[in-house]
């Protein structure tokens, strides 16, 4: 199995800056995509950032320019920096990690979340 710990939330201003980190664990043979999706309150999970084995970066266009999305291949680790944050930011922050497990078994796994709340 694999598992996903996430780390980094909590609550900041408007205006300031935050890095969330997550890190996969377990039986891994090599990582593919490793991305965070967001969930605010009574809204669907909706995708920040992703990010390849091949160093290809997508972003919502919402983060587009403030957020900054990469990853440590040696601590399987992948990190979201997160700049100039706003009130419209605030949510449960998931990320997620696709690869192969031993056996080259496909694996998608999710976090466990973070919340990050953006509040003066």
């Known amino acids: 199995q694999v598992q996903l710990v996430e780390s980094g939330g909590g609550l900041v201003q408007p205006g300031e800056s935050r890095r969330l980190s997550c890190t996969a664990s377990g039986s891994i043979v090599s990582i ?3 991305g965070w999706y967001r969930q605010a309150p009574g809204k669907q999970r909706v ?10 970066i997508d ?3 919402s983060v587009k320019g403030r957020f900054t999305i ?6 399987n680790t992948v990190y979201l920096q997160m700049n100039n944050l706003k009130p419209e930011d605030t949510a449960v922050y998931y990320c997620t ?10 694996f998608n796994s999710w976090g466990q ?8």
């Open 97 to 106: 990690v696709t690869g192969r497990r031993l056996g080259l078994v496909p």
């Open 70 to 75: 990469s990853r440590d291949n040696a601590k």
């Open 113 to 120: 979340g973070t919340q990050v709340t953006v509040s003066s």
């Open 32 to 34: 593919s995509n490793m």
């Open 59 to 61: 972003y919502a266009d």
């Open 47 to 56: 995708f920040v950032s992703r990010i390849t084995d091949s160093s290809s």
